[in-house]
């Protein structure tokens, strides 16, 4: 975590390259300190140069004046030998290359050749590219290049489309393994745009053989908002998210929709690369970026990784000889141990006029990054990180667990109101008390290092309700800090006892015993195991003669998901103890929500584990989501006030999304909201808690089973690796804490305490446009441990001929229900669309995606 609390002050710094796509200069040790000089952190070199894209060529073309007539071979087929006789691309020369592995390689981005065609539907060219592909990564690899980029897949040829990424995807994998401490860059449009596109001289596309190409009349022209997206989908996926393949992201000079720039947002993008004719210009004539890009950016640099800028055919760098003379006038001759560190060439500066406004503007872009507020400083680091989640109930929990907790600067001030507002109810309504003196009894269970113990204390004093306070903890360490906290804080105040709330007997009234006023400061009455009731012979909880009731439960036992620290469970083992007519809890209820995410990071992250342990691909995280996207979105209704903003708010309370982290000049942007569905609840206290039948000593938890379908319309196309889980709960009537995108921000703002829960999917699931994510869930029991399983479909729907078209930007919905019974989901406009759709005519559900059953049982949690 070092370099956690290094970057924990710093607004993010930004690294950055300069690419020039006709490179001719030998990157040599004094070109790359040219670069520093101008303010670079690195600069990238192509693998080989044009003597060697020459010797390919002609190579190619004596090849193929010399290859028979292509024909049909007996089985049909074309594409086999002879037609495909082996050109074999001999070895690299001295003078094919550029790259001498020396003292600055590390600061060399390879860049391989772009005149290759991987894709190309000519066997020929697609096996020579690849064989020159294979060369420029060994001898890059040979050399000690560390990160390279390939330029990303053809999608188009003639009206062949994306015929050919598989291929480029096999050859991608070849090169993983001959590179294996390289760390490789696909580099890709936002979007595809053909339009974009244009074939250079020497490009090898256009040797493919006519027979090959399928010809037609038609336009190929076409634009596909994730076409681009969709290629590399498909190489992931062939090298099965390998954890070196990341994307070098180009952007255009206008950016896609929100949906695209977010869906990108949630891959690995390592390297945003910005192309001089991506600028604009300002009044003055300098190039700037747009707003909307500056937003983009500001984005990508709040990202765990954030990615690194390369600024391409932009601002020159020094040449050689630049270098030389400098060097000559006043440089020591460089090797490694002089070489100077990228702060120190920074620091250096310019000593002329500004030669690269380009790179002074992603600079001053970088200066005016607003420092990280409170929220992103907490965590830092915790991005995307996976964490198996609390067992409070089972394990005792550390010291610096409790003080990460109590650093939350809402959780408790939400419940202060709300026991202070309990309070003056309580004082307001007349209600009797069950103190013996009229005072109001108090109960947290669960204190922990008693935090919710000093709120309920200054609650009273601030409404004047007095309270008889007491702190029920079985960690037997949070305990001894709970009895000093009653010594130097409480003064005395506290009854503090020592035991698991399920087995606690309640407030003691034995007349002989004192009570906390006749007690010295500090001491403790309720550490006695008189005051645990065993359960009696026959079962059933022993009646405390001497024990009174508890008017107002006060408990935080809520997990990422609600109910995953056994919260009900807990609470049901106590709520006999509550006052039967007036008793409060506080929380009074609390509900799980889940939507399905795309999160290929965690997904690649939990395939990696897999090896090691089986299980991680069906244990539910807490993870703080970032680089994920929402795959299940209503269309774009808010404008935001925050570039850093990435989900918006939800139609049922005006709150604005999840990450509102900066204070920066308002934009307009159009964001989508993520439809996040409640799926069950838990209120108390509980009605339905079963009576113990006699001679049974195991009290059945089947009332704490829950099971739930929820249906999600999906109106792009993406990748379902998972489940992003949350909760919100009601403290007391309209006291609420959420980790909901949705509601958080209307509900608790800047509330830290909680991180969402991720149920990964094994096998991740593709969807297709217009279509509807269903998501079965259970909680579980045994009557010993609690566990979920969590299974998802994926259905493409389809509209009969009346039906609209698929312009509209409503997601589409068949009549399968959205959420479970009783729920209030609070997503009526989502309900409200699907009405809307249906009134246009039939849709068939196709079910073409099934995940397996996920189960926890194996490590469900004791109860
Ligand atoms: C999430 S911590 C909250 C601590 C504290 N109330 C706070 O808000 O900072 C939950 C606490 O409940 C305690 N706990 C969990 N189950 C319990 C049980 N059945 N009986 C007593 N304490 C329990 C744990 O030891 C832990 O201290």
Known sequence: MASVHEAEDMTPSFFIGQHE?????????????????????????????????SRVLSLLSSHLSNLYPLSYDATGTMGTAPNTKVLEVPALSPDDTPLTPNDSISQIVGVTSSWVDLCSPDPLIADISRQVLLLEVAYAAFCGISYLVIPGPRLHHGIIYSEGVVYYARAIQDALGLGPFIQFHVWLKMIDNTELDADEMGDLAPFAREEYLLSSDEQPFRVDAYGTWDAWDIVRTVCRYHARLFVALSLPRHLPSMSVQLRWHSEPVHLLTIDATSFIKNQKGYPVLSKTHQALISRFMRLRTAPWILLCDADPIHTEEDADNTRRIDRPPLDSSNYPTLAQAAAHGK??????????????????????????????????????????????????????FEKDPIKYEWYEQAIGKALSDWLEQK?????????????????????????????????????????????????????????TAWGGKVNVVKSDMRSWKGPRRDSSSPTPDQAPVGQTIGIDGSLLCAPSESGAREECS?????????????????????????????????????????????????????APKLHADISAQRSTNPAAP?????????????????????????????????????????????????????????????????????????IPAPGESVVSNAHNVRRTRLTFP?????????????????????????TNPVTMDAKSPGMISWFPIYFPLKSPLYIPDDAEVVVSMYRLTDDRKVWYEWMVEVFKLERNSISTSTGCSTPVMSDARMASPGADNGHGRAKQSQRKIFGHGEIRRVRIGISEVHSTIKDGCLM
């Not at 992103?376 to 989640?389: K, N, S, T, V």
């Not at 949350?726 to 006291?735: C, H, Q």
């Open 351 to 404: 000593r002329y006029h500004d030669s690269t406004p380009h790179l002074s503007y992603i600079r001053n872009l970088q200066h005016r990054q607003p420092p990280r507020s409170p929220m992103e400083r907490f965590g830092i680091g915790y991005q995307d990180y996976l964490q198996a989640p609390l067992q409070p109930l089972t394990v005792n929990l550390e010291s610096i667990t409790y003080e990460v």
């Open 618 to 690: 069906e244990t539910p995280y807490v993870v703080m989501l970032h680089a994920i996207d929402y795959l299940s979105t209503s269309q774009p209704t808010v404008s935001i006030s925050s570039p850093l903003h990435i989900s918006s708010s939800g139609s049922n309370n005006g709150g604005s999304g999840t990450r509102s982290l900066t204070s920066t000049p308002p934009l307009t942007l159009e964001m989508p909201s993520p439809i996040v569905q409640a799926a069950w609840s838990f209120s108390h206290p509980n009605p339905n808690i079963p």
């Open 546 to 598: 001497s024990s009174g009731a508890v008017d107002i439960l006060v408990s935080e036992l809520l997990g990422s998901f609600g109910d995953n620290e056994l919260s009900p469970e807990c609470l049901d083992g106590v709520t006999h103890l509550l006052n039967p007519e007036h008793g409060i809890s506080i929380p009074a209820s609390y509900s799980a929500h889940l939507t399905p995410i795309s």
């Open 21 to 53: 796509s006709k490179r001719l200069t030998i990157i040599s040790p004094h070109v790359v300190q040219g670069a520093h000089e101008s303010g670079y952190d690195m600069l990238t070199s192509p693998i080989t140069n044009n003597h060697f894209h």
């Open 714 to 738: 999906c109106q792009h196309h993406g990748v379902c690796h998972g489940l992003g889980g949350y909760f919100e709960t009601v403290l007391y009537r309209n006291i609420e804490l959420s």
């Open 431 to 487: 209600k009797p008390t069950s103190g013996p003196d009229g005072r109001v009894v108090l109960a947290v269970v669960g204190a922990g290092r008693g935090p919710l113990v000093t709120r309920a204390l200054q609650a009273s004093k601030a409404t004047g309700v007095e309270i008889e306070a007491w702190a029920v903890e079985k960690n037997p360490n949070a305990f001894i800090l709970l009895q000093r906290h009653n010594q």
